[in-house]
């Protein structure tokens, strides 16, 4: 295959891509500098596979970090080889089956794909463009510009 068609999201927008852009997704997202975007791209997600069919809502888990430690549950989502976690919503509650606390012996299948390319994959998928915001140093903080220090003596003005 060549290179330039690697990235091309409409020849990969299978169920089994998509969950391994989303597992590549939020792997990245706890150490990433801008989380909240990658955490929005996976929800987007997962809530059209869901939409669409290609992944299927199991039940709630009890949360492993809890807002305000409070009791907490997640909803488990099903796409392909994978399973994630999500926010649940109140209709989850009333029709989901509580399963209780999460098994720690599961993992998902390790995969091989870059950031970039699983972000492409699922911007295309679901119409999302992460904005890019200018990295500011600490310099360009600055509003003021260095002045040399004016020493006056005792009782004269600095003015």
Known sequence: MQDHNRLDPS???STENLARAIYVVNRHAKT??????????????????VHEG????????????PKFSKQQSDVLVSAGEYYFHMPPTKDDFEKLPHLGSLNKTYRN????????????LLQCYVGMKEEKKPVQSFQSKKTRTYEKPVFKRLGESYR
């Open 54 to 65: 290609k992944a299927v809502k199991k039940g709630l888990h009890f949360s492993n970090n």
């Open 32 to 49: 990433a500098p801008n989380p909240k975007f990658l955490y929005a791209l996976k929800k987007k997600a997962l809530l059209k596979l």
């Open 109 to 120: 299948p390790k995969t091989h794909m870059s950031l970039t390319k699983a972000k492409i």
């Open 11 to 13: 020849q990969q927008q």
